[in-house]
């Protein structure tokens, strides 16, 4: 079986939206492993977003994400990796198909950054990545 990170962005969680996230990954048969809700420093960021330094969105990006509480998570199940990002929808929420956590959840907020509720991880590498930088010695 599988594993993987998901992150409700400061965005999400300011707009109390943890409960709805968790309950849709819940309603999808997945199972919560682990949780946690701090502010995430920008060290940690670097290292979860090490693949887009140098892009024009990285710096917003980073402040965004460290500008408030985040609500991580490790989900389990089979291919949830892939059924997760599914339940997420396209990274644009102007774009994300209704149904999706994104298309129901989101939209455009005029800002230089995607402010787009979620984040999960896109492989089974970048899991086993990312849960060792939210959640040490889980993987
Ligand atoms: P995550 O699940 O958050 O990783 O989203 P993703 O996998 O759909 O997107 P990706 O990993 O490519 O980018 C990480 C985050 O950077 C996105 O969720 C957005 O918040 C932001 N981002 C990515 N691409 C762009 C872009 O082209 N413009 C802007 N403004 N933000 C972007
Ligand atoms: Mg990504």
Redesign the pocket.
């Known amino acids: 079986t599988e594993r993987s990170l998901v992150?409700v962005?400061p965005d999400g969680f300011k707009r109390g939206l943890s409960g709805e996230v968790l309950r849709r990954v819940e309603a999808k048969g997945y199972t919560l492993v682990a949780l946690s809700i701090f502010v995430p420093d920008q060290d940690r960021l670097a290292l979860h977003?090490a693949?887009?330094e140098g892009?024009?969105?990285?710096e917003?990006?980073v402040d965004?994400m460290s500008s408030g509480p985040v609500t991580a998570a490790v989900i389990e199940g089979e291919r949830c990796i892939e059924g997760f990002?599914a339940l997420?929808g396209?990274?644009?929420p102007t774009a994300a198909l209704p149904g999706t956590i994104r298309g129901d959840l989101g939209r455009d907020w005029g800002?230089?950054?995607?402010?787009?509720i979620?984040?999960?991880?896109?492989s089974p590498e970048s899991a086993k990545r990312e849960i060792e930088i939210w959640f040490p010695g889980l993987a």
């Open positions: 992150l962005k977003y693949e887009h892009k024009p969105f990285y917003p990006l965004f990002r997420a396209a990274t644009d800002l230089k950054v995607q402010q787009n979620v984040h999960g991880s896109d």
